[in-house]
Nanobody
């Protein structure tokens, strides 16, 4: 059974940094796509970044966020720098494997002074 668990959220001041971590258990990570998504209150869930053999970022995080993975440890991290109040959201990790989406339960990020 595949499990996806996020951690690392919290409250930070504007301009600060957080590192989110996604741990996958139950199956190998290999080169399957893993994405970070976020959902702010009252808004739809949106893609933030994705990693497989390539890396993609949403325009609104380019230059500020960095995604990385450790296939052996089955982790995918999202380093978030220069955080803005509009980055406040629940952040979710998703593994796409053999046509199935495996979602974590999310970790909350709050950017405020």
């Amino acid at each position: 059974q595949v499990q996806v668990v996020e951690s690392g959220g919290g409250q930070v001041q504007p301009g600060g940094s957080l590192n989110l971590s996604c741990v996958i258990s139950g199956r190998s990570l290999d080169d399957y796509p893993v994405g970070w998504f976020r959902q702010a209150p009252g808004k739809e869930r949106e893609g933030v970044s994705c990693i497989s053999s390539t890396i993609r970022y949403a325009d609104f995080v380019k230059g500020r966020f960095t995604i990385s993975r450790d296939i052996a440890k089955k982790t995918v991290d999202l380093q978030m720098n220069s955080l803005k109040p509009e980055d406040t959201a629940a952040y979710y990790c998703k593994l796409y494997r053999y046509g199935i989406d495996y979602w974590g339960k999310g970790t909350l990020v709050t950017v405020s002074s």
